[in-house]
């Protein structure tokens, strides 16, 4: 987006900063692959190609299935959605703030254009903070909206804003997802786990440089790796803010 809103704008970037992102993988000699090269890779059904590259894109914002997917599309690059069932389900609530959204009708067009789909839970909120039954509803029910949707299976989630735990992880595999990504600002690896493939998160002052840099292996860590104390007590605090205020959108 050119101008997004106020709340998002620090995880956007231009339709022109955007194309030249693509360029930069395009000419990088990555394969792009989307989560399900990835999971049958890690599950030891199938290898991948030689440097690989995921291209994910979380919530389901309007430029999804119109530029951002046609400029996708152009290139031949698959990349995998994410998409916020409330925010996009007709008389859906998420804890989104307001943002032009796609519909849950256009999830099957992104299909279509080469994308995958998978979920990003019903309503956007810090899932390590919630109660068991409230995590199971936004896994299952996410997960059940979208397979009606689209007409098959949906095996991946991503966490809002990354946000996870051991018990997360655990209900996510017990809700039949397949992989879940996280963030961890890391790139990946043939060691990642499952249940938190790390991700880097474009930011709107990242440059083509830095991509380019990220495609090159460089300048950022390699996961898996433990939870550092800061992420353990940030943790913490939000589930006992979470105690007194009830769920938060995750951002």
């Known amino acids: 987006m050119d101008e997004p809103p106020s709340w998002i704008a620090e995880f956007t970037v231009g339709p022109r900063e955007f194309a030249a992102h693509l360029d930069a993988v395009a000419d990088s000699g990555r394969t792009p692959v989307t989560i399900s090269a990835l999971a049958d890779h890690l599950a030891g059904r199938a290898p991948l190609p030689p440097r690989p590259v995921l291209l994910t894109f979380d919530d389901g914002f309007a430029d999804l299935p119109g530029r951002t997917a046609e400029t ?15 925010a996009i389900a007709p008389g859906g609530h998420s804890l989104l703030p307001p943002a032009p959204m796609m519909t849950l009708a256009q999830a099957a067009g992104l299909e279509a254009l080469g994308m995958e789909v998978g979920s990003h839970t019903v309503t956007h909120a810090q899932l390590d903070t919630l109660s068991a039954k409230a995590l199971a509803a936004e896994l299952r029910t996410s997960k059940a909206v979208l397979e009606d949707a689209l007409g098959h299976p949906v095996r991946h989630l991503a966490y809002p804003h990354g946000y996870n735990s051991p018990r997360v992880r655990a209900m996510t595999a017990r809700a039949g997802y397949e992989t879940a990504t996280a963030v ?68």
């Open 184 to 251: 961890r600002h890391a790139l990946s690896s043939e060691r990642d786990e499952p249940y938190r493939i790390a991700r880097l998160i474009v930011r709107r002052g990242h440059t083509v440089t830095d991509v380019r840099a990220w495609l090159a292996g460089e300048g950022v860590r390699v996961a898996p790796y433990r939870d550092g104390p800061k992420t353990v007590a940030w943790r913490w605090y939000r589930r006992s803010r979470a105690l007194l205020r009830g769920p938060e959108f995750a951002g």
């Open 72 to 86: 996708l599309a152009a290139r031949a690059l698959p990349a995998t959605a994410y998409l916020t069932t409330g």
